[in-house]
């Protein structure tokens, strides 16, 4: 139960975050593109592998950290079920280059920002 607890309250605040970033990009970039969802994806992405690799296993005695910030945290602030929408969203407005700059940037980039993450992660933890 600790953990449900745990991730509830970092989902709740990584859907904030998620909500916040989402302002913040439709001010800055407008919205005929879906760039909030974008930003969290990619950062989320690359926070997921760093996180991965600095955060102590449960096995370590520090068990808590990685249900609030990994699953919940994250799990809150990364939108892959938005991504989807968006993707189709922009397809059915008859856009498909637009559609498919998204995805390929969304996972082109996300992907990069995990083995960046990993790589740091692994450089901090040497």
Same mark, same amino acid.
């Given at each position: 139960?600790?953990?449900?607890?745990?991730?509830?309250?970092?989902?709740?605040?990584?859907?904030? =975050?998620?909500?916040?970033?989402?302002?913040?990009?439709?001010?800055?970039?407008?919205?005929?593109?879906?760039?909030?969802?974008?930003?969290?994806?990619?950062?989320?992405?690359?926070?997921?592998?760093?996180?991965?690799?600095?955060?102590?296993?449960?096995?370590?005695?520090?068990?808590?950290?990685?249900?609030?910030?990994?699953?919940?945290?994250?799990?809150?602030?990364?939108?892959?079920?938005?991504?989807?929408?968006?993707?189709?969203?922009?397809?059915?407005?008859?856009?498909?280059?637009?559609? =498919?700059?998204?995805?390929?940037?969304?996972?082109?980039?996300?992907?990069?920002?995990?083995?960046?993450? =990993?790589?740091?992660?692994?450089?901090?933890?040497?």
């Amino acid at each position: 139960m600790r953990d449900a607890i745990l991730v509830f309250i970092g989902g709740g605040v990584g859907s904030v =975050l998620r909500w916040y970033t989402g302002i913040f990009c439709m001010r800055l970039f407008g919205t005929a593109f879906p760039a909030g969802t974008l930003a969290v994806n990619i950062i989320g992405c690359f926070v997921m592998g760093l996180l991965f690799r600095v955060l102590p296993f449960p096995e370590a005695g520090t068990g808590d950290v990685r249900p609030l910030l990994m699953t919940g945290l994250l799990g809150g602030f990364t939108t892959f079920s938005a991504f989807a929408l968006d993707s189709a969203a922009l397809w059915m407005r008859n856009e498909p280059g637009l559609a =498919l700059l998204y995805v390929a940037l969304s996972l082109g980039v996300s992907l990069l920002g995990v083995a960046l993450g =990993l790589f740091l992660g692994k450089l901090v933890m040497a």
